[in-house]
């Protein structure tokens, strides 16, 4: 799996949409049984709706099969299915952990 992130609370210059986040700050190739994985996904699996900012991406979770998984700002989360959800402060804290350890700097 690829992960594209643009740490959450950084303020941007421009907007950062779906199509914009490829070109992100950081990026990670991650194997699907890394453990930091499995518990950001069952994260979102566990959250309840919510609505989604697409003017405000800052991760993304794409999948070999060309699926993604978004997240913004705030907590929001947009699933492959276009279904809503969101992640309260305390499970995005824990999101931007893993997937700090989970990428790397784009040189």
């Known amino acids: 799996m690829k992960i594209y992130y643009i740490p959450f609370g950084l303020a ?4 950062v949409t779906v199509d ?3 070109d992100p700050m950081r990026i990670g190739l991650v194997h ?7 518990r950001a996904l069952n ?3 566990a959250s309840g709706a919510g609505s989604f900012d697409g003017m405000a991406v800052r991760a993304k979770f794409e999948f070999p099969d060309g699926r993604s998984i ?3 700002n705030r907590g929001g ?7 809503e959800k969101h992640l309260n402060s305390q499970r995005l804290t824990v999101m931007g952990r893993f997937i700090m350890q989970m990428t790397q700097n784009r040189t």
């Open 20 to 22: 914009s986040i490829s």
């Open 32 to 38: 699907k049984d890394d453990w930091r994985l499995t």
């Open 12 to 15: 941007t210059m421009f907007p």
């Open 70 to 72: 978004f997240i913004d």
């Open 77 to 83: 989360v947009l699933l492959p299915t276009s279904a």
């Open 43 to 45: 994260m979102i699996d």
